[in-house]
């Protein structure tokens, strides 16, 4: 049984993406999956989510640029950017226009499920 809420994922790494979606869908948490920005923007859209990780390099566009289209659409919305650890700029960046936060790749599952309980109940 869901509970209702949802998180989107976009990463151009399938791989990421499924290995988050099997480990937050133990939760009971709606995992939407994207792999571009044009997908990320499309499902923000449909699905409305609870909260968003959102990688800070995509082949299509930055995601700085994507963080600035989802805010625009909802100024509310709660983006984390994945980030590697030597992009800096990019992190300092993406918290001034308004990610709520960011996570370093790797990723420590701990650190990722700590702050999706901070800010959801599962």
Excluded at 17 to 46: G, H, M, Q, Y
Excluded at 61 to 75: A, Y
Excluded at 105 to 111: N, Q, V
Aim: glycine content about 2%; cysteine-free; overall charge positive.
């Amino acid at each position: 049984m869901r509970n209702n809420k949802k998180i989107l994922i976009v990463d151009d790494d399938i791989a990421v993406i499924d290995f988050f979606a099997s480990f937050l869908e133990r939760f009971n948490l709606e995992v939407i999956k994207a792999k571009n920005a044009d997908e990320a923007l499309k499902f923000f859209n449909l699905n409305k989510p609870d909260l968003v990780f959102l990688d800070i390099q995509l082949p299509d566009r930055d995601g700085v640029s994507v963080l600035k289209d989802i805010l625009e659409i909802s100024p509310k919305a709660k983006v984390f950017m994945l980030t590697a650890k030597s992009e800096k700029i990019l992190q300092k960046k993406a918290k001034e226009i308004g990610a709520f936060d960011y996570i370093t790749k790797p990723i420590d599952l701990a650190i990722f499920i700590k702050k999706i309980k901070r800010y959801i109940e599962i």
